[in-house]
Protein backbone atom coordinates (compact mmCIF):
# COMPACT_ATOMS: atom_id res chain seq x y z
CA UNK A 1 0.00 0.00 0.00
CA UNK A 2 1.22 3.67 -0.86
CA UNK A 3 -0.37 6.65 -0.58
CA UNK A 4 -2.05 8.40 -4.14
CA UNK A 5 -2.74 12.24 -2.96
CA UNK A 6 -5.32 12.05 -0.94
CA UNK A 7 -6.22 8.04 -1.18
CA UNK A 8 -4.40 4.87 -0.58
CA UNK A 9 -3.38 2.28 -3.16
CA UNK A 10 -2.58 -0.77 -2.75
CA UNK A 11 -1.47 -4.17 -5.25
CA UNK A 12 -1.04 -7.68 -4.28
CA UNK A 13 2.45 -9.33 -4.70
CA UNK A 14 1.66 -12.64 -3.52
CA UNK A 15 -1.24 -14.04 -6.27
CA UNK A 16 -3.54 -15.01 -3.15
CA UNK A 17 -5.84 -11.60 -3.42
CA UNK A 18 -7.47 -9.38 -6.29
CA UNK A 19 -4.18 -7.64 -8.00
CA UNK A 20 -5.37 -4.34 -7.67
CA UNK A 21 -7.20 -2.22 -4.91
CA UNK A 22 -8.02 1.43 -5.03
CA UNK A 23 -9.10 2.58 -1.65
CA UNK A 24 -11.91 4.42 -0.93
CA UNK A 25 -13.37 3.23 -4.49
CA UNK A 26 -14.19 6.79 -6.14
CA UNK A 27 -12.50 8.29 -8.43
CA UNK A 28 -11.41 11.61 -9.35
CA UNK A 29 -9.25 12.89 -12.43
CA UNK A 30 -6.63 11.88 -14.38
CA UNK A 31 -3.61 10.94 -12.60
CA UNK A 32 -1.32 12.77 -13.61
CA UNK A 33 -3.05 15.25 -15.87
CA UNK A 34 -1.36 18.62 -14.77
CA UNK A 35 1.71 17.47 -16.79
CA UNK A 36 0.43 15.16 -19.47
CA UNK A 37 -2.18 18.02 -20.42
CA UNK A 38 0.74 20.08 -21.72
CA UNK A 39 1.09 17.32 -24.78
CA UNK A 40 -0.36 17.27 -27.79
CA UNK A 41 -0.59 13.52 -28.14
CA UNK A 42 -1.31 11.36 -24.51
CA UNK A 43 -1.00 8.06 -23.53
CA UNK A 44 -3.73 6.73 -21.67
CA UNK A 45 -2.80 4.01 -19.29
CA UNK A 46 -5.02 1.76 -16.33
CA UNK A 47 -2.36 1.80 -13.72
CA UNK A 48 0.00 3.26 -11.34
CA UNK A 49 2.96 1.06 -11.93
CA UNK A 50 1.83 1.71 -15.96
CA UNK A 51 2.34 5.20 -15.21
CA UNK A 52 5.76 4.51 -13.28
CA UNK A 53 7.81 3.01 -15.64
CA UNK A 54 6.30 4.97 -18.78
CA UNK A 55 7.17 8.28 -16.98
CA UNK A 56 10.51 6.53 -15.74
CA UNK A 57 11.35 5.62 -19.19
CA UNK A 58 10.99 9.50 -20.51
CA UNK A 59 7.23 9.70 -21.69
CA UNK A 60 6.19 12.92 -19.81
CA UNK A 61 2.93 12.54 -21.57
CA UNK A 62 1.53 9.82 -19.91
CA UNK A 63 -1.53 9.61 -17.60
CA UNK A 64 -3.53 6.97 -15.72
CA UNK A 65 -7.60 6.70 -15.36
CA UNK A 66 -7.12 4.06 -12.52
CA UNK A 67 -8.67 1.69 -14.82
CA UNK A 68 -10.36 0.98 -17.86
CA UNK A 69 -14.01 2.49 -17.25
CA UNK A 70 -12.90 6.46 -17.22
CA UNK A 71 -15.79 8.44 -15.35
CA UNK A 72 -17.33 11.78 -16.62
CA UNK A 73 -14.68 14.01 -15.31
CA UNK A 74 -11.86 11.94 -17.08
CA UNK A 75 -13.54 11.94 -20.37
CA UNK A 76 -13.81 16.07 -20.08
CA UNK A 77 -10.57 16.55 -19.23
CA UNK A 78 -9.13 14.18 -22.33
CA UNK A 79 -11.57 16.22 -24.76
CA UNK A 80 -10.51 19.69 -23.68
CA UNK A 81 -9.19 20.52 -26.35
CA UNK A 82 -7.82 18.01 -30.01
CA UNK A 83 -5.13 16.00 -29.29
CA UNK A 84 -4.05 12.08 -29.91
CA UNK A 85 -4.83 9.32 -27.52
CA UNK A 86 -3.32 6.71 -27.38
CA UNK A 87 -4.70 3.99 -25.14
CA UNK A 88 -2.32 1.55 -23.66
CA UNK A 89 -4.52 -0.64 -21.64
CA UNK A 90 -3.88 -4.32 -20.81
CA UNK A 91 -3.34 -6.65 -23.65
CA UNK A 92 -5.28 -9.48 -21.45
CA UNK A 93 -5.06 -12.74 -22.25
CA UNK A 94 -9.25 -13.19 -21.88
CA UNK A 95 -9.71 -9.79 -24.13
CA UNK A 96 -11.10 -7.61 -21.72
CA UNK A 97 -8.61 -4.94 -22.30
CA UNK A 98 -7.98 -4.45 -25.89
CA UNK A 99 -12.54 -4.05 -25.95
CA UNK A 100 -12.30 -1.44 -23.52
CA UNK A 101 -9.71 0.27 -25.65
CA UNK A 102 -11.85 -0.20 -28.71
CA UNK A 103 -15.13 1.12 -26.59
CA UNK A 104 -13.09 4.32 -25.20
CA UNK A 105 -11.65 4.88 -28.81
CA UNK A 106 -14.95 4.97 -30.26
CA UNK A 107 -15.89 7.60 -27.44
CA UNK A 108 -12.95 9.45 -28.13
CA UNK A 109 -13.10 9.52 -31.85
CA UNK A 110 -16.71 11.06 -31.67
CA UNK A 111 -15.71 13.73 -29.22
CA UNK A 112 -13.59 14.70 -31.98
CA UNK A 113 -9.87 13.14 -30.92
CA UNK A 114 -7.53 11.02 -32.57
CA UNK A 115 -7.61 7.78 -30.37
CA UNK A 116 -4.94 4.85 -31.30
CA UNK A 117 -4.93 1.91 -29.93
CA UNK A 118 -1.48 0.75 -28.90
CA UNK A 119 -1.16 -3.26 -28.89
CA UNK A 120 1.32 -4.98 -25.95
CA UNK A 121 2.46 -8.07 -26.51
CA UNK A 122 -0.19 -10.65 -25.34
CA UNK A 123 -0.41 -10.76 -21.55
CA UNK A 124 1.08 -7.90 -21.08
CA UNK A 125 0.51 -4.06 -19.77
CA UNK A 126 3.48 -1.29 -20.10
CA UNK A 127 4.37 -2.59 -16.25
CA UNK A 128 5.29 -5.83 -17.47
CA UNK A 129 6.53 -5.37 -21.23
CA UNK A 130 9.51 -3.23 -19.49
CA UNK A 131 10.01 -5.65 -16.38
CA UNK A 132 9.87 -8.55 -19.28
CA UNK A 133 12.93 -6.22 -21.08
CA UNK A 134 11.13 -3.79 -23.33
CA UNK A 135 12.48 -0.55 -23.36
CA UNK A 136 11.48 2.47 -24.13
CA UNK A 137 12.96 2.57 -27.79
CA UNK A 138 10.81 -1.02 -28.16
CA UNK A 139 7.60 1.24 -26.52
CA UNK A 140 7.50 4.11 -29.21
CA UNK A 141 8.15 1.47 -32.30
CA UNK A 142 4.81 0.44 -30.58
CA UNK A 143 3.14 4.12 -30.41
CA UNK A 144 4.37 4.28 -34.13
CA UNK A 145 2.27 1.34 -35.10
CA UNK A 146 -0.66 1.94 -32.96
CA UNK A 147 -4.48 1.81 -35.00
Given amino acids: MFPLEDNLYGRSISGTA ?6 PGAKGGLYGWGRASQHPSIILIEGLFDYAVLWQAGFPNVTCGLGTQLNAQQ ?56 VSGGDASQFRALLETAR
Avoid: M, W
Wanted: aromatic fraction near 8%; glycine fraction near 8%; charge should be negative.
Fill in 18 to 23: PPHRFL
Fill in 75 to 130: LDQLCCGPRTVYIAFDADANGSGPQAAKRLADRLQAEGLTPLIVTLPEGHDPNSFF
